[in-house]
């Protein structure tokens, strides 16, 4: 179904502010090391700011185990960038460390890890393909556990290509893994081109659908309203016999014009004056780190 | 020398099942996982006895693997089992980002390793699986020698905190470790000592090896059998401590000899203290069908073998 907005939104001039100082913080990231993924993070940032700041179920401070809090698993881990920032930002580890994004001796890494012990991460990403497997684990942990809070995930959609998700999704079906939500960031890019013209993936949910998930649309994955309408709509769907899967649409580069309607900025930097324009475009709210 | 008696054939793979049926009755974390091949594996005690906690994963080895990652998440000790060549070659990128590198307390637990799963042939004979393995950081591997052995290292790795690799096989093997013995993890067990070569065995090799130094002590020739089941971390003292008095070692293993125990060994005497060593060992090629006795002499790793290795050794001392 469509996503209407006709939930009351609290907070929402706050959240909208702290989804701007994300995407400075991210273009701010990759622009000092030259590296990394803005194009995915960019598209997903009203994604991370309505989970982590209005949907989960968290708890203070950082255990692995995460008993009695929800937890949250991103498969397509090249978008550590806004990982990261909203991490930092809700209050896992020093907003100052985004400051050691690929460097040497980070816990920032090119890819999210558990190796340097950066609080908030559960499991390493960066191979594609694996997240919806270990969210199942972990989901199954929960209910072993008799705790009934909840595991969501996020996954590329060009990432679907690997086939270790479909094995995940059909087994989550299949074993009534009614306390996990995926999402699946629809932005029709991969690195080579659109994802239609890659290896088509034709219609997601009618997928998931077919494997038997409650499937929902977030038609605007970049309205921050929609999105926390979405979300809070998953999660009255869970309990309910079937795992729960958004296909969310967004724009890559969502917030930056030049970085829209492209794949071109899916793994590249902007360079001095790039970032310039594009900061310009999202003027500090919350502060820089 | 030391004489060790066959309390009567039985195969490592129940040897595993036992350990497992144990584990399900004292350990309420342990939980089980298998892609298809519970029968195989022997598993059906423990998923009578504690159907909430095993995981049937259909015919899907990579996200088994991910979801026992992921139960980790939560405090629990998953044992992932299938088929040797399919808990580590089919699947080695999900083992090392989501369990080896992530540090997940994962013990993947692999049945018909080697060439003694026999008539299947080289598809489901891997003979890389400890070289895979061992070369993942901080992944413990252990290959242990008969159903008691599997049985004890079984519930002692439950105790370890870290990821696991156990290997075991199908055919049904001299069991001939005490009933009784504690499986320490890294810790070589002298066998029986001797003074002319060392024998340092893993895995079904081992009772081969014991065979060895019998027929060797009867043509004057003394070695020293050590068991080593944890080929990492390997036990560098045992093995320094016994080439130091004998001077020449033969190293026996169901693996290939690039990437298997003999490689470990060869490492640690190169650095430490050379001295003259023999392979016995696969020699980089694939298997084949046939019954595990025909496979074992064919491949030179029987009784036989190790014994030629030993007399062939004991000419470059």
Not at chain 2, 62 to 80: E, H, R, S, V
Not at chain 2, 197 to 223: F, K, M
């Amino acid at each position: 179904m469509t996503i209407q907005n006709e939930i009351l939104m609290p907070n929402t001039k706050e959240l909208q502010d702290l989804v701007v100082q994300v995407r400075r913080d991210i273009l701010r990231m990759v622009h000092k090391v030259n590296s990394g993924h803005p194009g995915g993070s960019l598209g997903c940032t009203e994604f991370f700011v309505a989970l982590y700041n209005e949907i989960m179920d968290l708890k203070d401070g950082f255990d692995m185990d995460g008993k009695g809090e929800d937890l949250f698993f991103l498969s397509n881990g090249h978008i550590s960038p806004v990982f990261y920032s909203v991490l930092a930002r809700r209050g896992y580890f020093p907003i100052e460390e985004l400051n050691t994004f690929r460097l040497i001796n980070s816990r920032l890494q090119g890819h999210p890890t558990t190796h340097e012990g950066l609080p908030g991460v559960r499991v390493a990403s960066g191979s594609l393909g694996q997240g919806m497997s270990v969210a199942i684990g972990a989901a199954l942990a929960k209910k072993l556990n008799g705790d009934d809070h909840l595991v969501f995930s996020l996954h590329g959609d060009g990432e679907l290509q690997e086939g270790q998700n479909w094995e995940a999704i059909m087994y989550a079906a299949g074993n009534k893994v009614d306390n996990l939500i995926a999402t699946v960031d629809r932005n029709g890019q991969q690195i080579d081109g659109a994802t239609e013209d890659v290896l088509p993936l034709g219609d997601v949910s009618e997928k998931f659908r077919a494997f038997g998930w409650d499937v929902m649309e977030i038609e605007d994955g970049n309205n921050l309203e929609q999105v926390i309408a979405g979300l809070k709509e998953a999660k009255s769907r869970t309990g309910k016999g079937k795992p729960v899967c958004i296909v969310m649409t967004t724009m890559m580069g969502n917030g930056v014009d030049f970085m829209m309607h492209t794949h071109a900025w899916h793994g590249k930097a902007p360079n001095d004056e790039q970032l310039a324009t594009a900061l310009a475009q999202n003027p500090e709210t919350l502060g820089d780190y | 020398m030391t004489k060790y008696t066959d309390q009567g054939k039985n195969d490592t793979r129940s040897g595993y099942g036992a350990g497992m049926t144990e584990l399900g009755r004292t350990n309420p974390n342990v939980v089980s996982l298998c892609a298809d091949l519970v029968g195989s594996l022997k598993i059906e005690t423990f998923i009578e006895e504690n159907p909430e906690r095993f995981f049937q994963t259909g015919i899907a080895e990579a996200n088994m693997m991910g979801i026992a990652a992921g139960l980790t998440i939560g405090g629990k000790i998953p044992f992932a089992s299938t088929f040797a060549n399919f808990a580590t070659g089919r699947v080695y990128d999900q083992i090392r980002q989501s369990i080896a590198y992530s540090g997940k307390n994962v013990k993947i637990c692999a049945s018909h390793a080697g060439l003694t799963l026999g008539e299947d042939g080289a598809t489901h004979q891997i003979l890389e699986d400890i070289g895979l393995m061992k070369m993942l950081p901080g992944m413990t591997v252990i290959n242990p020698c008969d159903y008691n052995q599997t049985k004890a290292a079984t519930i002692a790795i439950a105790d370890h905190v870290g990821p696991v690799y156990l290997r075991f096989g199908r055919p049904k093997v001299a069991n001939f470790t005490p009933v009784d013995q504690k499986f320490e993890i890294g810790k070589a067990l002298m066998l029986s000592e001797g003074t002319d070569v060392t024998i340092l065995a893993t895995g079904h090799l081992v009772w081969q090896a014991l065979l060895a130094a019998e027929s060797l002590e009867n043509q004057g020739i003394s070695a020293e059998v050590i068991n080593i089941h944890t080929i990492k971390p390997l036990d560098d003292k045992a093995i320094l401590d016994s080439v130091k008095k004998t001077g020449c070692v033969v190293t026996a293993e169901e693996h290939n000899y690039l990437g298997g125990l003999g490689e470990s060994v060869a490492r640690v005497l190169a650095t430490h203290h050379p001295a003259p060593q023999e392979f016995v060992a696969t020699q980089d090629t694939f298997g084949e069908s046939g019954t595990p006795e025909q496979l074992m002499e064919k491949y030179g790793l029987n009784n036989k073998a190790i014994e030629a290795a030993v007399l062939k050794v004991l000419k470059r001392k």
